[in-house]
Nanobody, 118 residues
Framework: VQLQASGGGLVQAGESLRLSCSGS????????IGWFRQAPGKEREWVSY????????DYADSVMGRFTISEDVAENTVYLQMNSLKPEDTAVYYC????????????WGQGTLVTVSS
């Protein structure tokens, strides 16, 4: 397993969670890291991205202002801090890595379930 996502759980609306994406054989600093999610019965959607070259941070409109992507280079981990969670944030969250300038994600973590109750 080259990427491992963790940190999911069951929370109430308005609460926070922090997801972690750890690299086992990958040095994440050299990769563009994306967070995605897939809710039951829905297609996978992109949530956030951290660029490898310039540290660009980008967010889907649905999470802008509530989620923050960050990194601990020493720990080889990328985080997704999720605040003010809503029931519609309920999904399995995945992290993925790609090598710039490719837009294709070549490495995927196994997913971690986030459940937000109302």
């Amino acid at each position: 397993v080259q990427l491992q996502a963790s940190g999911g759980g069951l929370v109430q609306a308005g609460e926070s969670l922090r997801l972690s994406c750890s690299g086992s054989t990958l040095t994440l600093e050299g990769f563009g890291i994306g967070w995605f999610r897939q809710a039951p019965g829905k297609e996978r959607e992109w949530v956030s991205y951290r660029g490898s070259r310039d540290g660009t941070r980008d967010y889907a409109d649905s999470v802008m202002g509530r989620f923050t992507i960050s990194e601990d280079v020493a720990e080889n981990t990328v985080y997704l801090q999720m605040n003010s969670l809503k029931p519609e944030d309920t999904a399995v969250y995945y992290c993925a890595a790609r090598v710039a300038p490719s837009l294709q994600y070549d490495y995927w973590g196994q997913g971690t379930l986030v459940t937000v109750s109302s």
